[in-house]
């Protein structure tokens, strides 16, 4: 049996998270902290999907680096990211507040792209 795709758990996350009822608004500082894990989330689920369908293969060091590179562009280690994912994603507030960030975030992303061509 095939393993789902990290994008497409992103995307059943998504609308799950978009089908839930709004919870309170966060403090500034940890809405901004969400907001940093959910751009990295994002990103690397859409680098991980590229690496799904052959632009990069997922095993090499290119895509490796890209990798460091995200991670270091919203001031994350492997291991500070790994444990603020499992944080924000096994609280239900913290989850749905995360979910919504991410795809508000990947519409925006989308919307850049479709514009530019």
Do not use: H, W
């Not at 995360?98 to 919307?111: L, P």
């Amino acid at each position: 049996m095939s393993r789902p795709s990290t994008l497409t758990l992103a995307i059943a996350a998504l609308v799950a998270a978009l089908l839930g009822s709004c919870g309170d608004p966060q403090d500034s500082a940890q809405g901004s902290d969400q907001t940093r894990l959910a751009r990295a989330y994002a990103d690397l689920a859409v680098l991980s999907e590229s690496a799904r369908l052959g632009k990069i293969a997922d095993t090499t060091r290119p895509y490796q680096e890209q990798a460091d590179s995200i991670l270091r562009r919203y001031d994350f280690t492997k291991e500070e990211f790994e444990r603020e994912f499992r944080d924000a994603t096994l609280d239900p507030a913290r989850s749905r507040a995360f979910f919504d960030s991410a795809s508000v975030y990947v519409n925006a992303r989308r919307d850049t792209t479709a514009a530019r061509r």
